[in-house]
């Protein structure tokens, strides 16, 4: 379990070049650091209801990423807020 | 490197940032949906709501669409390509049912 | 060719004429879950943010969860995916996109717009927020505001709440909610009192 205010790093992994996947980690995010807002709750994890095989349930979390720092431009302080599953957070 | 996958990801549907979309307008103008388009979003949700296929399915689904014909299909026409393939692969309805019921139609 | 690449009008008379031999979805089912996708539409939302701007209590219960807060106003929310909703203040503008797919929160807002399928909003939100909203809706925020975009990836499904604008003193709920439009419920717009 991340507690908010956790810095975390989303993995930089890349399922999708390996074989047919179903990923709802944007591509954009892979490898960025953030800090974790709050736990969303458990749901089951889509990579595997994609699929239609067992899904156990994984913890959702809402983190927060300063948005320049994702691309290299844009307005400081601005940001992105984005779900995702705990098993694509690493803690910093 | 990073940088070079943000522009164009290795997932087509996977649009956020990419580079050859950044400059296009966006149609703001209202579209009212069409029959079509409301019959298909009623599927989906008879067969999520009877466990049939999820919403997770429809989306793998489409992104399984080649890049081309997915930004050519219009949004509904591609829940209902993805929702035929993946009721195809789950065996809840057969090519030969299909092509009966389009030699009939 | 392969059967899926059919033409779409054509397949989804073939895939009607099946799942109703079936016994998967009739006809009548068909027409009520379309009836059920249609009462649903922004003037739901307006409602929930016209409360939340004259009820403070309310509009605590909204944003602490928002399916049990639409359900207070009526609207069903059994079976939908968890509500979300973002609040706008004098420092921070939310912006609501599903780069992914389409993610909206159709429950209270109904169907997505057009343009929020779209790959260039989807592309440009998350990217340049900024620009896509001046250069597309003419939006500009306020010197000193910062911007929010949430990119809906998971189960939750997220609308904004706006600020209450200026001139809007003793209005009651409905004349409130007149003024809520979708786009103000994304965070492509803001509210005026008209």
Known sequence: MFAPGTAVRVKDDWPETRGPVHIRTPHYLRGMQGT???????????????????????????????????????????????????????PL | MAGMEKDTPHAMHDLGGVAKFMCEAVDITPHALTDFDKQVDAIRGILGAKGIM????????????????????SYY??????????????GVVTEAELRSALEAG | MNIVETDGERLLLALRGVLAAKGIASAAEIAERIAITDSASPGQGARMVAKAWTD??????LLEDGSKAAEELGIPMRGMPPLGVLENTA????????????????????????????????????????GLLAEEWGTVLPEGVRL????????????VLPQRPAGTEGWDEARLASIVREGDMIGVTIPKAG
């Open chain 3, 91 to 130: 420092e921070l503008h939310n912006l609501v996109v599903c780069t992914l797919c389409s993610c909206y929160p159709r429950a209270v807002l109904g169907y997505p717009p057009f343009w929020y399928k779209s790959a260039a909003y989807r592309a440009r939100a998350v990217r340049d927020p900024r």
């Open chain 3, 148 to 159: 929010r975009v949430v990119d809906s990836t998971a189960d939750y499904r997220w609308m």
């Open chain 3, 56 to 61: 403070p209590a309310y509009r605590t219960r």
């Open chain 2, 77 to 90: 026409r591609r829940w209902v390509r993805s929702i035929t393939d993946i009721l195809l692969q789950k």
């Open chain 1, 36 to 90: 974790v807002v709050r736990h969303l709750g458990s749901f089951r994890n889509p990579e595997d209801l994609a699929f239609a095989r067992p899904a156990p349930l994984r913890a959702l979390y809402h983190v927060r990423f300063d948005q320049p720092s994702v691309w290299h431009e844009g307005r400081a302080g601005d940001e992105l807020q984005v779900e995702i599953y705990e098993h694509w957070l690493e």
């Open chain 2, 54 to 73: 999820t919403v997770d399915e429809l989306r793998r689904g489409i992104e399984a669409i080649p890049e081309a014909d997915y930004h050519r299909l």
